[in-house]
């Protein structure tokens, strides 16, 4: 490469897609009680509103892998790059409730396109090991910082120019990573004979979109409704239906062998059981805060900050102490701490002071950030390479999953219960449960040693 500034551009063009992509998940917790007031949504609208976008980006991500392989990696992020971006201008126009939602579904479809193939075009940017290494490391501590800057940003726009500039901001980082991608990433190979597996495809966006539903319309309808349940059984019939397809397809969109590896199948559910927890707590708590405490969308995002903030820290610490410890120390510790902070929220009392909750929301985030390099490691060490793709499109799904799964059950909980503080303090309490799953699941699937695979 000519010089180092252009051999870091692929890198900042891949990091401001990825960094776009999450920073979506949490800018818009802060600022979906404003604008569920301003377009008179209900509840359960403004679960949609957070979870359209999480469910499709889970459901369309193995497509997207796919797309990827089939079609190149750098021109499927280019068109997840230009939908997201497009979408976003959307968002920020909506005139009500439907409609935004329904771009937010489309925001959740570019960001399918963009995340598969973002750690390919690193792959192939950076083929030196040592260099990839800080490429990966530099990609994974996206998520802390945009996660970090989400709440408070969204606070920050919806305090002083309005919720709709929180879609905005997506407009000049989209048009910039077009641009550098264009100009600094190569081109990147085809693979004519990967097959798309569009029943395969067609059952994952199912049963990720049928499971939100039900728990989403749990809240509003009852947990023994009988629509409720049936879209519980339906989502189930789903995942069944994806998994016969894939152990009868002669090319499937994800060889179920992949998944008899213990590594990569408990890795995989870490993911989903970490970001059920932290997800889950950042978005009740914004509602506990606005709604109850009466803080504004600023000071809401000022409260959330200790939580957010930890991640970005926790991310390079792990990063740094995993080649000697290996990731099996560093998962379960960050589990285990998550897991003390959330119960720590629960047996905080009905109405808690805001000081006693500081410590439990910085031991949540830093736990589930410390314990986020160790388990992608897992998962992309346990892939062979022709399958390092839908080795990160499957952590990536089951997290989102995760992800979507904890705002929906998190808001049924607020609906259901008695008062705010009970459906608060259930909600923790059922994420501590999770984190502590985590932490068993780490112990028996996450290997020991030390990795020196250059994964982040």
């Known amino acids: 490469m000519p010089s ?29 009680p404003v604008v569920g007031r301003e377009l ?18 889970a459901g369309f991500l193995l497509t997207g892998g796919a797309l990827g392989d089939r079609l190149g990696n750098r021109r499927v992020f280019c068109w997840g790059v230009a939908v997201f971006t497009a979408s976003s201008a959307a968002c920020a126009l909506a005139p009500g409730a439907a ?34 290494s800080r490429a990966f490391g530099l990609w994974g501590s996206m998520a802390g910082i945009a996660a970090s800057a989400g709440p408070l940003l969204g606070g920050l726009l919806v305090s002083t120019v309005g919720w709709r500039w ?46 939100t539903a039900a728990l989403n319309e749990a809240g509003r309808r009852g947990w023994s409704d009988p629509a409720v349940l049936a879209g519980l059984g339906l989502a189930v019939l789903s995942a069944a239906a994806f998994a016969l397809r894939e152990r009868l397809a ?9 998944l008899h590896a213990r590594a990569m199948s408990g890795g995989a559910l870490i993911g989903l059981l970490f970001n059920f927890g932290f997800y889950g707590m950042v978005f009740t708590a914004s509602l506990e805060f606005q709604h109850q405490r009466a803080y504004s969308a600023l000071g809401t995002g000022l409260a959330l900050f200790p939580a957010v903030a930890m991640t970005m820290f926790a991310s390079v610490l792990s ?55 160790g388990s992608t490691a897992t998962v992309m060490g346990a892939a062979p390479p022709a399958y390092s793709g839908a080795a990160s499109a499957l952590f990536n799904t089951t997290r989102q999953v995760g992800s979507a799964t904890g705002v929906a059950l998190g ?46």
Request: overall charge positive.
């Open 40 to 57: 008179s949504a209900s509840l359960t609208g403004i679960q949609w509103i957070t979870d359209g976008y999480t469910l499709v980006f």
């Open 99 to 132: 409609f935004l939602v329904a771009a937010r579904l489309v925001e959740g479809l570019g960001a399918a396109l963009i995340v598969p193939g973002s750690l390919a075009l690193l792959q192939q940017a950076y083929p030196e090991p040592d260099v990839r």
């Open 250 to 258: 002669r090319s499937p969109a994800l060889p179920l062998s992949l």
């Open 166 to 211: 929180v879609f905005l901001i997506n407009l000049p980082v989209g048009a910039a990573c077009l641009a550098l991608t264009l100009r600094h990433v190569a081109r990147s190979p085809r693979r004519a004979d990967r097959a798309l597996d569009w029943p395969a495809q067609v059952a994952v966006v199912a049963a990720v979109a049928l499971l």
């Open 319 to 373: 990063g740094r102490l995993s080649r000697r410890t290996g990731d099996r120390p560093l998962v379960i510790s960050g589990m285990l701490l998550a897991a003390l902070g959330l119960a720590g929220w629960a047996a905080a009392g009905p109405d808690p002071a805001y000081g006693l909750l500081v410590l439990p929301m910085m031991a949540a985030g830093f736990g589930t950030s410390f314990a986020l390099t």
């Open 411 to 456: 808001g049924s909980l607020l609906a259901s219960a008695a008062n705010y503080g009970t459906g608060i303090r259930t909600s923790m309490g059922i994420g501590a449960l999770a984190y502590l799953a985590a932490a068993v699941l780490a112990w028996r699937c996450v290997p020991a040693k030390p990795r020196h695979t250059g994964q982040a």
């Open 4 to 32: 180092e500034r252009r051999s870091w551009a692929p890198l900042l063009a891949v990091c401001a897609g990825y960094f776009m992509v999450i920073l979506d998940v949490t800018v818009i917790n802060v600022a979906v």
